[in-house]
């Protein structure tokens, strides 16, 4: 199959590259002249791991390519994918269709012979009904079909959640698009993916719900957190218990310092509109958005409390400024919260960061260090932000010998209370006695 790919940020060069692996002739756009340049070196725009190799390796086998100009791509694809951001509008929260749109316009002037138009930008209810119309009045003679085909890759674990998802969604109204999309998505025959074709309308809701139950499950074992600390219960034995119920499940019940993001925290928003314009309130989803960004800005006070409410003049050493681990996104990273409350409140902040090079631009003030130590020199408290795995076999004896004063605030729950005391450290954790 030929697919033209729209937008080569995280989602559209995941994919693109993924299906360029399944065999499919691939070709990624995007208006960026500077990031196609760079692609074309072999450099890729965003830390993902194992995808350089990916599309060195598609990129030699001549199944994946990068352009500027669509033209040539879109009128020859089987498929054409718009896969650009849908950022939150300024002030509102509503999803920013205007990339989808124009894309949508783009596709409507080249599209040539019977083609597929997938949508796997997450966009709201509704919007491929949009794009339809978009089409069909750009080119009432033109044969072509829209899809919502959303994405449920994990940053950080993008390849292997395309390539072993727990399920493929096709929303159709037009049986044309299904052998086409049968045919994409071929390869996953083999490990048995379940696809779950559904009404477009359904499709483009499933997405939001998704995200949304989960934000929600994070944010439900935040709250219990809390509680635990209130009546001396530990968070990591509730969450377990609770796990095992298979009705439950075991996954996103970490308490931490609130999910971040480029996908919870705006779709979430996004979600919550839809469902005040329909006058269909999704009050959980709402009182989460709510908890959520409250809980982030919760977590400086929790510091100052580990060090009795002083922070002028102390310093702090935080390591992981990335929203979560095995990325280098800060987009809504809990750590720009924290980091400035602590400043507000006095303090000096030194931070070190694997791959969060834009903490640079995006937090003012801060002495960045290049390794974990360097960051925790001379400090009063340490705190963990994100769970990197270098953080957690640190040399908690060279910890100490650095550290003005042995005390941690680990925000991940990445240590056991029982190794740290023991070694002289005051430790301070997320729901735990
Ligand atoms: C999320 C979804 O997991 C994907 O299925 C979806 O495709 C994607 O959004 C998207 O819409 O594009 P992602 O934002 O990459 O993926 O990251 P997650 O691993 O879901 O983590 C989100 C946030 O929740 C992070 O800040 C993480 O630290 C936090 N989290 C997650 C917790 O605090 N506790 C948990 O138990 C799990």
């Known amino acids: 199959m030929r697919v033209a790919m729209i937008g080569t940020g995280y989602v559209g060069l995941v994919s693109g590259a993924c299906f360029a692996d399944f065999g499919h002739e691939v070709t990624c756009i995007d208006k960026d002249e500077g990031k196609i340049a760079r692609l074309n070196e072999g450099q890729m725009p ?15 086998a001549g199944r994946l390519s990068f352009a500027v100009d669509g033209r040539e791509a879109i009128g020859a694809a089987d498929a054409v994918f718009i896969a650009v951001g849908t950022p939150s509008r300024r002030g509102d929260g509503y999803a920013d269709l205007s990339f989808v749109y124009a894309a949508a316009e783009e596709v409507a002037s080249l599209i040539d012979g019977f083609t597929v138009v997938v ?7 509704g919007t491929g009904d949009e794009i339809e119309g978009i089409l069909r009045r750009a080119r009432p003679d033109a044969q072509f079909a829209v899809v919502s085909n959303p994405e449920f890759l994990r940053e950080g674990a993008a ?3 395309f390539k072993r998802p727990d399920r493929v969604v096709v929303g159709l109204e037009d049986e044309r698009a299904r052998p086409v999309m049968a045919e994409l998505y071929r390869p996953l025959n083999l490990n048995e993916t379940p696809i779950l074709w559904t009404r477009r309308r359904s499709s483009e809701l499933i997405k939001y719900a998704a995200n949304a139950f989960l934000a929600m499950k994070i944010t439900f074992i935040n709250e219990i957190a809390d509680l635990c600390e209130a009546v001396d219960a530990d968070v990591q034995q509730v969450a377990r218990g609770i796990g095992l119920d298979k009705r439950i499940g075991p996954k996103f019940l970490h308490a931490g310092p609130g999910y971040g993001g480029s996908c919870f925290p705006k779709d979430t928003l996004a979600l919550v509109r839809t469902a005040q314009d329909a006058k269909a309130p999704l009050s959980l989803v709402e009182a989460t ?7 982030k800005r919760a977590m400086a006070g929790k510091v100052a409390k580990a060090l009795a409410g002083e922070l002028a003049g102390k310093t702090i050493g ?4 990335t929203f979560k681990p095995n990325t280098d996104d800060m987009r809504d990273a809990p750590s720009l919260e924290i980091v400035p409350a602590l400043q507000a409140m006095g303090a000096k902040v030194q931070a070190y960061d694997p791959e969060g090079h834009e903490a640079r631009q995006m937090l003012r003030g801060v002495d960045f260090k290049a390794g974990p130590y360097e960051a925790l020199e001379g400090a009063d408290c340490a705190v963990i932000i994100t769970e990197w795995d270098e953080f957690r076999a640190l040399d908690l004896e060279r910890v100490r010998e650095v550290m003005r004063r042995p005390l941690m605030v680990d925000l991940r729950n990445v240590y056991k209370p029982e190794e740290l005391r023991p070694r002289g450290f005051t430790y301070v954790s997320v729901g735990r006695p």
């Open 46 to 60: 965003i830390y993902e791991p194992g995808l350089d190799v990916l599309v060195a390796r598609n990129v030699e």
């Open 119 to 125: 949508t796997k930008s997450t966009v709201p209810v």
């Open 289 to 295: 958005a709510r908890a959520n960004d409250a809980r």
């Open 159 to 161: 390849i292997e959640d």
């Open 318 to 321: 935080v390591l992981g400024l």
